[in-house]
Protein backbone atom coordinates (compact mmCIF):
# COMPACT_ATOMS: atom_id res chain seq x y z
CA UNK A 1 0.00 0.00 0.00
CA UNK A 2 1.36 3.27 -0.99
CA UNK A 3 2.01 5.46 2.07
CA UNK A 4 0.50 8.64 0.11
CA UNK A 5 -3.59 8.40 0.18
CA UNK A 6 -4.73 11.70 -1.12
CA UNK A 7 -7.38 11.34 -3.51
CA UNK A 8 -6.85 7.03 -2.72
CA UNK A 9 -8.99 5.36 -6.10
CA UNK A 10 -10.26 1.91 -4.86
CA UNK A 11 -10.70 0.84 -8.74
CA UNK A 12 -8.66 -0.17 -11.35
CA UNK A 13 -10.47 1.58 -14.04
CA UNK A 14 -8.47 1.69 -17.42
CA UNK A 15 -6.83 4.40 -18.23
CA UNK A 16 -7.05 5.65 -22.27
CA UNK A 17 -4.22 7.85 -23.88
CA UNK A 18 -5.53 10.53 -25.49
CA UNK A 19 -4.49 11.13 -29.36
CA UNK A 20 -3.87 8.17 -29.97
CA UNK A 21 -6.62 5.51 -31.34
CA UNK A 22 -4.24 2.67 -31.93
CA UNK A 23 -3.28 2.49 -28.16
CA UNK A 24 -4.48 -0.13 -25.91
CA UNK A 25 -5.97 0.94 -22.30
CA UNK A 26 -3.59 1.24 -19.62
CA UNK A 27 -4.62 -0.43 -16.08
CA UNK A 28 -4.08 2.13 -13.34
CA UNK A 29 -2.47 -0.33 -10.54
CA UNK A 30 -0.90 -2.78 -12.75
CA UNK A 31 1.65 -3.16 -15.20
CA UNK A 32 0.49 -3.12 -18.60
CA UNK A 33 0.36 -7.04 -20.42
CA UNK A 34 1.90 -5.49 -23.85
CA UNK A 35 4.49 -3.10 -25.22
CA UNK A 36 3.53 0.68 -25.60
CA UNK A 37 5.26 2.43 -28.57
CA UNK A 38 7.50 4.97 -26.85
CA UNK A 39 6.58 8.24 -28.04
CA UNK A 40 2.76 7.16 -27.06
CA UNK A 41 4.23 6.34 -23.72
CA UNK A 42 5.67 9.44 -22.92
CA UNK A 43 2.93 11.35 -24.03
CA UNK A 44 0.47 9.68 -22.16
CA UNK A 45 2.93 10.07 -18.65
CA UNK A 46 3.14 13.55 -19.89
CA UNK A 47 -0.30 14.27 -19.86
CA UNK A 48 -0.98 12.51 -16.29
CA UNK A 49 1.48 15.34 -14.89
CA UNK A 50 -0.80 18.39 -16.39
CA UNK A 51 -2.09 18.40 -12.66
CA UNK A 52 0.68 19.24 -11.20
CA UNK A 53 1.12 22.63 -10.13
CA UNK A 54 3.58 24.69 -11.80
CA UNK A 55 7.03 24.72 -10.65
CA UNK A 56 7.97 28.73 -11.00
CA UNK A 57 4.98 29.74 -9.20
CA UNK A 58 5.71 26.84 -6.19
CA UNK A 59 6.30 29.95 -3.05
CA UNK A 60 5.74 26.89 -0.82
CA UNK A 61 9.39 24.85 -1.37
CA UNK A 62 12.44 25.82 -0.92
CA UNK A 63 13.75 23.19 -3.58
CA UNK A 64 15.37 24.78 -6.59
CA UNK A 65 13.37 24.90 -9.51
CA UNK A 66 15.39 26.33 -12.53
CA UNK A 67 18.54 25.60 -13.58
CA UNK A 68 21.21 26.62 -16.63
CA UNK A 69 20.55 24.37 -19.76
CA UNK A 70 24.15 23.36 -19.79
CA UNK A 71 23.92 22.08 -16.20
CA UNK A 72 20.71 20.16 -17.04
CA UNK A 73 22.72 18.16 -19.92
CA UNK A 74 25.40 17.70 -17.29
CA UNK A 75 22.89 15.95 -15.44
CA UNK A 76 21.57 14.13 -18.25
CA UNK A 77 25.17 12.77 -19.67
CA UNK A 78 25.72 11.39 -15.37
CA UNK A 79 22.40 10.07 -14.87
CA UNK A 80 24.35 6.15 -15.20
CA UNK A 81 27.15 6.79 -12.72
CA UNK A 82 26.87 5.93 -9.64
CA UNK A 83 28.51 8.31 -7.13
CA UNK A 84 29.05 5.34 -4.77
CA UNK A 85 31.40 3.07 -6.87
CA UNK A 86 34.57 5.35 -6.25
CA UNK A 87 36.35 2.90 -8.69
CA UNK A 88 34.48 3.07 -11.89
CA UNK A 89 33.97 6.73 -11.64
CA UNK A 90 37.10 7.79 -10.27
CA UNK A 91 36.70 11.49 -11.41
CA UNK A 92 33.16 11.53 -10.34
CA UNK A 93 34.44 10.86 -6.87
CA UNK A 94 36.77 13.30 -6.89
CA UNK A 95 34.79 15.82 -7.95
CA UNK A 96 32.61 14.60 -5.25
CA UNK A 97 35.87 15.57 -2.90
CA UNK A 98 36.68 18.63 -4.35
CA UNK A 99 33.21 19.46 -3.06
CA UNK A 100 33.37 18.89 0.24
CA UNK A 101 36.45 20.72 0.62
CA UNK A 102 35.05 23.56 -1.18
CA UNK A 103 32.31 23.61 1.59
CA UNK A 104 34.81 23.08 3.94
CA UNK A 105 36.74 26.05 3.88
CA UNK A 106 33.47 28.14 2.93
CA UNK A 107 32.77 27.20 6.48
CA UNK A 108 36.18 28.01 8.00
CA UNK A 109 36.65 24.32 8.86
CA UNK A 110 39.94 24.58 10.96
CA UNK A 111 43.42 22.84 9.17
CA UNK A 112 43.86 19.73 8.42
CA UNK A 113 39.87 19.44 7.67
CA UNK A 114 39.93 22.95 5.81
CA UNK A 115 42.71 22.18 3.64
CA UNK A 116 42.52 19.39 0.89
CA UNK A 117 41.59 16.55 3.44
CA UNK A 118 37.92 17.47 4.17
CA UNK A 119 35.68 15.04 6.87
CA UNK A 120 32.38 14.94 4.52
CA UNK A 121 30.41 13.43 2.29
CA UNK A 122 27.31 13.88 -0.08
CA UNK A 123 24.35 12.68 0.73
CA UNK A 124 20.47 12.41 -1.17
CA UNK A 125 19.33 15.81 0.78
CA UNK A 126 19.58 17.83 3.78
CA UNK A 127 17.51 15.14 5.20
CA UNK A 128 19.85 12.48 5.08
CA UNK A 129 22.83 14.86 5.95
CA UNK A 130 21.02 15.13 9.46
CA UNK A 131 20.45 11.91 10.10
CA UNK A 132 24.23 10.98 9.58
CA UNK A 133 25.13 14.12 11.96
CA UNK A 134 22.80 12.96 14.68
CA UNK A 135 24.20 9.05 14.28
CA UNK A 136 28.11 10.59 14.98
CA UNK A 137 26.62 12.60 17.25
CA UNK A 138 24.70 9.83 19.58
CA UNK A 139 27.79 7.17 19.14
CA UNK A 140 30.42 9.86 20.01
CA UNK A 141 27.98 10.70 23.14
CA UNK A 142 28.09 6.92 23.94
CA UNK A 143 31.96 6.18 23.84
CA UNK A 144 32.18 9.34 26.00
CA UNK A 145 29.85 7.77 28.31
CA UNK A 146 30.94 4.26 28.44
CA UNK A 147 35.00 5.34 29.07
CA UNK A 148 33.76 7.15 31.93
CA UNK A 149 31.94 4.00 33.34
CA UNK A 150 28.43 6.02 32.77
CA UNK A 151 25.51 4.34 31.82
CA UNK A 152 24.66 5.38 27.94
CA UNK A 153 21.30 4.44 27.83
CA UNK A 154 19.10 7.60 27.26
CA UNK A 155 20.11 9.98 24.85
CA UNK A 156 18.68 13.11 23.81
CA UNK A 157 18.76 15.95 21.51
CA UNK A 158 18.13 19.38 21.85
CA UNK A 159 16.33 21.15 19.58
CA UNK A 160 13.45 24.33 18.80
CA UNK A 161 10.33 23.03 18.40
CA UNK A 162 10.59 24.72 14.85
CA UNK A 163 12.99 22.04 13.44
CA UNK A 164 12.14 20.28 10.01
CA UNK A 165 10.31 17.09 10.67
CA UNK A 166 13.79 14.75 9.64
CA UNK A 167 15.11 15.23 13.54
CA UNK A 168 11.79 13.94 14.96
CA UNK A 169 12.52 11.30 12.56
CA UNK A 170 16.13 10.93 13.97
CA UNK A 171 15.18 10.65 17.43
CA UNK A 172 12.59 8.25 16.48
CA UNK A 173 14.39 6.24 14.31
CA UNK A 174 17.66 6.00 16.29
CA UNK A 175 15.59 5.99 19.55
CA UNK A 176 16.93 9.40 21.15
CA UNK A 177 14.53 11.36 23.09
CA UNK A 178 13.84 14.45 21.22
CA UNK A 179 13.79 17.73 23.43
CA UNK A 180 11.63 20.30 21.67
CA UNK A 181 12.14 23.81 23.15
CA UNK A 182 8.73 25.66 23.35
CA UNK A 183 9.14 28.80 21.14
CA UNK A 184 7.17 31.10 23.93
CA UNK A 185 7.01 33.88 21.40
CA UNK A 186 10.42 33.87 19.81
CA UNK A 187 10.08 32.37 16.82
CA UNK A 188 13.22 29.95 16.92
CA UNK A 189 15.38 28.51 19.62
CA UNK A 190 17.03 31.03 22.49
CA UNK A 191 20.58 30.27 23.93
CA UNK A 192 19.36 30.26 27.41
CA UNK A 193 16.63 28.22 26.65
CA UNK A 194 18.93 25.60 24.52
CA UNK A 195 21.11 25.72 28.14
CA UNK A 196 18.60 25.20 30.30
CA UNK A 197 17.21 21.63 28.32
CA UNK A 198 20.33 20.25 28.61
CA UNK A 199 21.60 17.74 30.59
CA UNK A 200 24.39 14.68 30.98
CA UNK A 201 22.48 12.82 28.35
CA UNK A 202 22.29 15.15 25.92
CA UNK A 203 23.90 14.21 22.52
CA UNK A 204 23.90 17.74 21.36
CA UNK A 205 22.16 20.70 20.43
CA UNK A 206 20.88 21.56 16.97
CA UNK A 207 20.43 25.02 15.54
CA UNK A 208 18.84 26.22 12.55
CA UNK A 209 20.36 28.45 10.10
CA UNK A 210 17.38 29.12 8.06
CA UNK A 211 14.35 28.30 9.96
CA UNK A 212 11.66 26.34 7.20
CA UNK A 213 8.84 28.31 9.00
CA UNK A 214 9.70 32.41 9.04
CA UNK A 215 13.45 32.34 7.31
CA UNK A 216 15.00 33.13 10.58
CA UNK A 217 18.30 32.23 11.83
CA UNK A 218 19.00 30.55 15.18
CA UNK A 219 21.62 32.53 17.43
CA UNK A 220 24.10 29.50 16.89
CA UNK A 221 27.17 31.97 18.25
CA UNK A 222 25.05 32.62 21.41
CA UNK A 223 23.80 29.26 21.83
CA UNK A 224 27.28 28.13 21.71
CA UNK A 225 28.35 30.67 24.33
CA UNK A 226 25.44 29.42 26.49
CA UNK A 227 26.55 26.11 26.08
CA UNK A 228 30.48 26.95 27.00
CA UNK A 229 29.08 28.50 30.30
CA UNK A 230 27.02 25.56 30.93
CA UNK A 231 30.31 23.28 30.16
CA UNK A 232 32.30 25.44 32.87
CA UNK A 233 29.82 25.35 35.55
CA UNK A 234 28.89 21.97 35.17
CA UNK A 235 31.60 20.07 33.57
CA UNK A 236 28.44 18.66 30.62
CA UNK A 237 29.97 19.19 27.89
CA UNK A 238 27.29 19.27 24.57
CA UNK A 239 28.59 19.62 21.24
CA UNK A 240 26.24 21.49 18.64
CA UNK A 241 25.13 20.61 14.98
CA UNK A 242 24.32 23.47 12.45
CA UNK A 243 21.28 22.56 10.57
CA UNK A 244 22.22 25.04 7.84
CA UNK A 245 20.08 23.10 5.11
CA UNK A 246 19.32 26.79 3.35
CA UNK A 247 21.32 29.19 5.26
CA UNK A 248 24.82 27.36 4.76
CA UNK A 249 24.73 28.65 0.52
CA UNK A 250 23.46 32.08 2.36
CA UNK A 251 25.29 33.40 5.09
CA UNK A 252 28.69 32.61 3.63
CA UNK A 253 27.59 35.14 0.70
CA UNK A 254 25.53 37.69 2.26
CA UNK A 255 26.37 37.42 5.96
CA UNK A 256 30.31 36.85 5.50
CA UNK A 257 31.00 37.92 9.30
CA UNK A 258 28.26 36.10 10.93
CA UNK A 259 29.92 33.52 13.42
CA UNK A 260 27.80 30.43 12.76
CA UNK A 261 29.64 27.55 11.33
CA UNK A 262 33.30 25.94 12.25
CA UNK A 263 34.75 29.16 13.44
CA UNK A 264 32.67 28.18 16.82
CA UNK A 265 34.65 25.82 18.38
CA UNK A 266 31.45 24.37 19.82
CA UNK A 267 30.05 23.56 16.30
CA UNK A 268 31.31 20.15 15.59
CA UNK A 269 29.49 19.29 12.55
CA UNK A 270 27.10 21.12 9.59
CA UNK A 271 24.29 19.62 7.13
CA UNK A 272 23.55 21.94 3.75
CA UNK A 273 20.87 21.23 1.32
CA UNK A 274 22.39 21.68 -2.16
CA UNK A 275 19.06 21.28 -3.93
CA UNK A 276 17.73 24.18 -2.00
CA UNK A 277 19.88 27.56 -2.34
CA UNK A 278 23.05 25.39 -3.15
CA UNK A 279 21.37 25.66 -6.89
CA UNK A 280 20.94 21.87 -7.74
CA UNK A 281 17.38 20.23 -8.82
CA UNK A 282 16.69 17.98 -6.01
CA UNK A 283 18.32 14.77 -5.49
CA UNK A 284 22.09 16.47 -3.24
CA UNK A 285 22.84 17.19 0.51
CA UNK A 286 25.93 17.77 2.25
CA UNK A 287 27.18 16.87 5.73
CA UNK A 288 30.74 18.07 7.45
CA UNK A 289 32.27 17.29 10.58
CA UNK A 290 34.79 19.49 12.03
CA UNK A 291 37.29 17.07 12.26
CA UNK A 292 38.48 13.30 12.12
CA UNK A 293 37.69 12.64 15.99
CA UNK A 294 33.82 13.56 15.34
CA UNK A 295 32.89 10.97 12.57
CA UNK A 296 33.43 8.08 14.78
CA UNK A 297 35.38 5.31 12.71
CA UNK A 298 32.56 2.63 13.77
CA UNK A 299 30.57 4.55 11.52
CA UNK A 300 32.87 4.67 8.48
CA UNK A 301 32.64 1.57 6.26
CA UNK A 302 35.54 0.07 3.53
CA UNK A 303 33.76 -1.66 1.60
CA UNK A 304 35.26 -4.56 -1.15
CA UNK A 305 32.81 -3.61 -4.17
CA UNK A 306 33.31 -3.71 -7.88
CA UNK A 307 36.72 -4.08 -7.60
CA UNK A 308 37.85 -1.70 -5.46
CA UNK A 309 37.85 -0.91 -1.60
CA UNK A 310 36.35 2.30 -0.59
CA UNK A 311 35.35 4.17 2.36
CA UNK A 312 31.62 5.41 2.71
CA UNK A 313 29.19 7.27 5.20
CA UNK A 314 25.67 7.26 3.70
CA UNK A 315 22.25 5.74 4.38
CA UNK A 316 21.87 5.38 0.47
CA UNK A 317 24.36 3.03 -1.02
CA UNK A 318 23.42 3.43 -4.99
CA UNK A 319 22.54 6.92 -6.25
CA UNK A 320 23.14 8.69 -9.44
CA UNK A 321 26.24 11.21 -9.73
CA UNK A 322 24.59 13.52 -11.74
CA UNK A 323 23.72 16.00 -8.59
CA UNK A 324 27.33 15.99 -7.15
CA UNK A 325 28.64 16.84 -10.79
CA UNK A 326 25.72 19.83 -11.10
CA UNK A 327 26.70 20.92 -7.78
CA UNK A 328 30.28 21.00 -9.16
CA UNK A 329 29.02 22.90 -12.10
CA UNK A 330 27.32 25.73 -10.11
CA UNK A 331 30.66 26.25 -7.99
CA UNK A 332 32.62 26.08 -10.94
CA UNK A 333 29.96 28.16 -13.12
CA UNK A 334 29.02 31.11 -10.70
CA UNK A 335 32.15 31.60 -7.82
CA UNK A 336 32.01 33.78 -4.94
CA UNK A 337 30.98 36.48 -6.20
CA UNK A 338 28.04 34.79 -8.67
CA UNK A 339 26.71 33.42 -5.46
CA UNK A 340 26.36 36.41 -3.73
CA UNK A 341 24.85 38.27 -6.88
CA UNK A 342 22.36 35.31 -6.86
CA UNK A 343 21.23 35.36 -3.05
CA UNK A 344 21.34 38.82 -2.73
CA UNK A 345 18.55 39.17 -5.51
CA UNK A 346 16.47 36.91 -3.93
CA UNK A 347 16.74 38.73 -1.18
CA UNK A 348 16.04 41.73 -2.26
CA UNK A 349 13.08 40.15 -4.30
CA UNK A 350 11.60 38.88 -0.74
CA UNK A 351 12.30 42.40 0.66
CA UNK A 352 10.28 43.95 -1.88
CA UNK A 353 7.17 41.40 -1.95
CA UNK A 354 7.48 42.04 1.96
CA UNK A 355 6.78 45.59 1.78
CA UNK A 356 3.96 44.87 -1.10
CA UNK A 357 2.67 42.66 1.57
CA UNK A 358 2.79 45.42 4.28
CA UNK A 359 1.27 48.02 1.85
CA UNK A 360 -2.26 45.73 1.64
CA UNK A 361 -2.64 46.88 5.50
CA UNK A 362 -4.17 43.50 6.78
CA UNK A 363 -1.03 41.73 7.07
CA UNK A 364 1.48 41.10 10.45
CA UNK A 365 4.94 40.32 9.00
CA UNK A 366 7.17 37.83 11.30
CA UNK A 367 9.63 38.21 8.79
CA UNK A 368 11.05 40.04 5.52
CA UNK A 369 13.38 38.05 4.10
CA UNK A 370 16.65 39.93 5.83
CA UNK A 371 18.08 36.39 6.70
CA UNK A 372 16.50 33.36 4.07
CA UNK A 373 14.74 35.16 1.59
CA UNK A 374 11.85 34.17 2.86
CA UNK A 375 8.90 35.80 4.58
CA UNK A 376 5.98 34.79 6.84
CA UNK A 377 2.57 36.72 7.37
CA UNK A 378 -0.52 36.56 9.64
CA UNK A 379 -3.89 38.08 9.20
CA UNK A 380 -4.04 40.89 11.61
CA UNK A 381 -6.94 39.80 14.05
CA UNK A 382 -10.73 40.48 13.41
CA UNK A 383 -10.74 39.62 9.94
CA UNK A 384 -13.75 37.84 8.23
CA UNK A 385 -11.31 35.15 6.74
CA UNK A 386 -7.83 33.04 7.25
CA UNK A 387 -5.20 32.37 5.93
CA UNK A 388 -5.77 29.22 4.95
CA UNK A 389 -8.79 31.05 2.59
CA UNK A 390 -5.97 32.95 1.08
CA UNK A 391 -3.88 30.48 -0.08
CA UNK A 392 -6.94 28.63 -1.61
CA UNK A 393 -7.66 32.07 -3.22
CA UNK A 394 -4.01 32.41 -4.65
CA UNK A 395 -4.71 28.98 -5.82
CA UNK A 396 -6.89 29.78 -8.74
CA UNK A 397 -4.28 32.43 -9.77
CA UNK A 398 -1.77 29.59 -9.96
CA UNK A 399 0.18 30.32 -6.74
CA UNK A 400 1.15 27.87 -3.99
CA UNK A 401 1.77 29.59 -0.70
CA UNK A 402 1.60 27.17 2.29
CA UNK A 403 -0.74 28.47 5.11
CA UNK A 404 0.30 26.83 8.35
CA UNK A 405 0.19 27.37 12.48
CA UNK A 406 4.12 28.04 14.37
CA UNK A 407 5.29 25.97 16.27
CA UNK A 408 4.61 24.82 19.81
CA UNK A 409 4.88 27.86 21.68
CA UNK A 410 3.42 30.10 19.19
CA UNK A 411 0.61 27.55 17.53
CA UNK A 412 -2.06 29.92 17.91
CA UNK A 413 0.04 32.32 15.30
CA UNK A 414 -1.39 31.31 11.73
CA UNK A 415 0.80 32.30 8.71
CA UNK A 416 1.20 32.63 5.13
CA UNK A 417 4.97 31.94 3.78
CA UNK A 418 6.94 33.17 0.67
CA UNK A 419 10.02 31.49 -0.37
CA UNK A 420 12.19 33.38 -3.20
CA UNK A 421 14.73 31.20 -5.32
CA UNK A 422 16.85 31.64 -8.17
CA UNK A 423 14.43 32.00 -11.18
CA UNK A 424 11.37 34.36 -9.45
CA UNK A 425 11.71 37.75 -10.76
CA UNK A 426 10.94 41.05 -9.89
CA UNK A 427 7.94 40.72 -12.78
CA UNK A 428 7.05 37.52 -11.18
CA UNK A 429 6.76 39.31 -7.88
CA UNK A 430 4.96 41.73 -8.70
CA UNK A 431 2.31 39.46 -10.78
CA UNK A 432 2.11 37.87 -6.90
CA UNK A 433 1.36 41.15 -4.90
CA UNK A 434 -1.47 41.59 -7.78
CA UNK A 435 -2.77 38.79 -7.07
CA UNK A 436 -2.78 38.94 -3.48
CA UNK A 437 -4.60 41.66 -3.40
CA UNK A 438 -6.96 40.61 -5.65
CA UNK A 439 -7.51 37.49 -3.70
CA UNK A 440 -8.10 39.27 -0.50
CA UNK A 441 -10.43 41.48 -1.70
CA UNK A 442 -12.29 38.80 -2.97
CA UNK A 443 -12.36 37.53 0.60
CA UNK A 444 -13.17 41.12 2.01
CA UNK A 445 -16.56 41.06 -0.11
CA UNK A 446 -15.02 43.89 -3.04
CA UNK A 447 -14.36 43.32 -6.37
CA UNK A 448 -11.51 41.90 -8.27
CA UNK A 449 -10.54 44.05 -11.26
CA UNK A 450 -11.61 42.15 -14.63
CA UNK A 451 -13.75 39.58 -12.60
CA UNK A 452 -16.75 40.15 -15.09
CA UNK A 453 -17.24 37.60 -17.65
CA UNK A 454 -17.03 38.33 -21.24
CA UNK A 455 -17.26 36.71 -24.53
Known amino acids: MALHRHHERRDDRLLAPAFDAGAGSIPRHRIPGGVQDADAAARFVRDELMMDGNARQNLATFVTTWMEPQAAALIQDSLDKNIIDKDEYPQSAEIERRCVNILANLWHAPEPAGG ?30 EAAGQDAAKPNLVMGANVQVCWEKFCRYWE ?28 GVVTVLGSTFDGSYEPVAGIAAALDALAARTGIDVPVHVDAASGGFIAPFLDPDLPWDFRLERVRSINASGHKYGLVYPGI ?40 IAQYYTLVRYGYDGYRSIQQRSRDIAGTIAAGVAELGMFRLLSRGEELPVLAFALEDGGAF ?37 GFTYDLA ?9 SVGRLAGGSEPGSSFHH
Not at 179 to 203: F, K, P, Q, S
Not at 295 to 300: D, G, N, S, T
Not at 301 to 312: C, I, N, R
Not at 386 to 413: C, F, K, N, Q
Request: aromatic share 8%; proline share 5%.
Open 176 to 203: VEPRMVRLDGATHLTADAAAAACDENTI
Open 386 to 422: TVYDVSHELRSHGWIVPAYPMPEGMEDVHVLRVVVRN
Open 116 to 145: ANAIGCSTTGSSEAAMLAGMALKWRWRQRR
Open 430 to 438: AMFLADLAA
Open 285 to 324: GWVLWRGETDLPRELVFSVDYLGGAMPTFALNFSRPAAQV
